[in-house]
């Protein structure tokens, strides 16, 4: 009673938009959730025995559940595209070999040589090895070497395009920042099934209270139908009264099959989430309930509202989805503005023959340092200035995505909190009007064993009792409905199983 009366003060005091700001603060800092540790009894076996708590279809539904085993391997493919992203810049080894069978010349050789490519100034530095014997004729005279043959190291460099982003190392920070997005997708799915889970578990223990009351309902019918067939035959009372309970039984009878079909329809509702060790899904039977009245209580409201919204919106896995898809449109932006970038290659070469002067002549017999420079540009560019300006309009529309995300976010969490404010209003009126109602029955029943009171007012009391515990039932389901959206919203994960 403590905790809802003030959690009603601070929605008068703060009123919905101070609350739906302060609200959102609380959530922990999206840390790694993906490997939930199995505590406390197997799973199978908590499945099994005893009353089924929300804990235990919480870790049923983290550990089993299908979307969230996808995305877990759809963050390990966007690992894998990483790894061959990084596989552009891998040590090359390349070797070569010529040789002439028959003809005047015999001029043969042997090259090996290994290049590294480097992401500054999108260089490549590399090293040879070359060989060769025999004879060239005179316009392969560039293959002759001394003796022990040739070693060359070079370096290219891009001065102008591709000097500071290029398709190679876009590749390997774009996969990087998709390798992010897809772990805070996978916490975004851990987030949304939990709470889907937690949601279908309370319906379904509300689902069997409310079999409960309309059962109670029936049997008193029944129990009076057996006392007034009695009296009918002792000629106590009218026949009339005997055929207006039965006419009650009906219809009470006709309000249990009704609750019967929707605790099965929850049962159903909540199978889909609880799943044994195998994943195999596991429809819950009655004997599974849990008693009401022992379950925890929603947490005091002050537990809950501690922060600004600022602190947590951004820790939202959406949102913080939104920044790496922005980073992703800026470098594709760089990206397609390098191709805007004239060509301008430098390259530098130092080589030098080894041993004996070959038939190559003493102008092999020397160490040979080269430098060059190579330049091109497209004259009008129109590819690259169309590329630049679609992904600067896909960045202004991720820019504007974003901003309507997090309002959206911002108003759907203030809106929990007036439904949870709401309900535990509801929730102390419906306790008041069962006490009440259970009191106009006990003192219509006296009046009608006294002879005073009239068997339609009894029956009608004693449903309008039913419909308050019905309605109190339902006041507490929308809490606990509230909480969990609450606990989602906030990224609470112990809340969630997800600790």
């Given amino acids: 009673m403590k905790r809802r009366t003030a959690l009603i003060r601070l929605g008068t005091v703060l009123g919905p938009a101070a609350i739906g700001a302060a609200l959102l603060a609380l959530a922990p800092v999206a840390a790694a959730a993906q490997d939930i540790a199995p505590v406390g009894d197997p799973l199978d076996v908590a499945l099994t025995t005893g009353p089924l708590l929300p804990d235990e279809v919480l870790r049923s539904s983290a550990l089993t559940f299908p979307s969230i085993l996808e995305s877990f391997e759809r963050e390990a493919a966007a690992r894998s595209d990483q790894l061959s992203a990084d596989g552009a810049f891998d040590l090359m080894l390349k070797g070569e070999y010529y040789d002439r069978l028959t003809g005047y010349y015999s001029g043969g050789f042997g090259k090996v040589e290994a290049r590294q490519p480097l992401r500054p100034y999108g260089a490549e530095v590399f090293g040879s090895y070359r060989v060769s014997n025999g004879d060239f004729p005179i316009y392969e005279n560039y293959n002759y070497t001394n003796n022990l043959g040739e070693i060359k190291v070079g370096a290219l460099f891009s001065l102008l395009r591709n000097r500071d982003i290029d398709s190679r190392r876009f590749a390997i920070e774009d ?77 009470r009878r006709s309000l249990l099959e009704e ?216 006041a507490e389901l929308a809490g606990r409905l509230a909480e969990a959206s609450y606990n989602a919203a906030t990224m609470n994960l112990g809340a969630l199983g997800l600790e």
Avoid: C
Wanted: aromatic share 6%; glycine share 6%.
């Fill in 175 to 251: 996969t990087r920042l998709a390798a992010s997005q897809a772990r805070l997708d996978v916490l975004l799915v851990q987030l949304n099934v939990q709470h889907e889970a937690l949601r279908a578990y309370w319906r379904w223990v509300g689902a069997g209270e409310e079999i409960r009351v309309f059962e109670e309902l029936l049997e008193i019918a029944e129990a009076r139908q057996i006392g007034l067939t009695r009296e009918v035959n002792e000629g106590a009372r009218a026949r009339i009264a005997l055929t207006e309970n039965e006419q009650n039984l009906l219809r």
């Fill in 259 to 474: 609750a019967k079909r929707n605790f099965l329809t929850a049962a159903n509702s909540l199978g889909f989430y609880l799943r044994g060790s195998d994943g195999r899904m596991v429809i819950p039977t009655r004997e599974m309930l849990p008693d009401l009245s022992r379950m925890k209580a929603i947490a005091p409201v002050e537990q809950l509202v501690a922060a600004p919204l600022s602190d947590v919106i951004q820790s939202r896995p959406e949102l913080q989805t939104f920044k790496l898809a922005l980073e992703r449109a800026n470098n594709r932006v760089a990206l397609r503005r390098n191709d805007l970038e004239p060509s301008l290659n430098a390259s530098v070469e130092l080589s030098r023959d080894f041993g004996q002067i070959g038939p190559g002549g003493p102008g092999f017999d020397s160490t040979d340092t080269v430098v060059g420079l190579t330049f091109s540009v497209p004259l009008q560019r129109r590819t690259a200035r169309g590329a630049v300006q679609r992904a600067e309009a896909e960045l202004r529309e991720t820019e504007l995505r974003q901003r309507r995300i997090a309002d959206q976010i911002t108003t759907e969490v203030g809106n929990i909190l007036v439904n949870l404010n709401t309900a535990l209003k509801q929730a102390d009126l419906a306790d008041a009007e069962v006490k009440q109602a259970n009191q106009m029955v006990q003192a219509e029943r006296t009046r009608f064993r006294l002879g005073a009171g009239d068997f339609f007012f009894v029956n009608q009391r004693e449903e309008t009792a039913a419909n308050a515990q019905i309605n109190a039932i339902r």
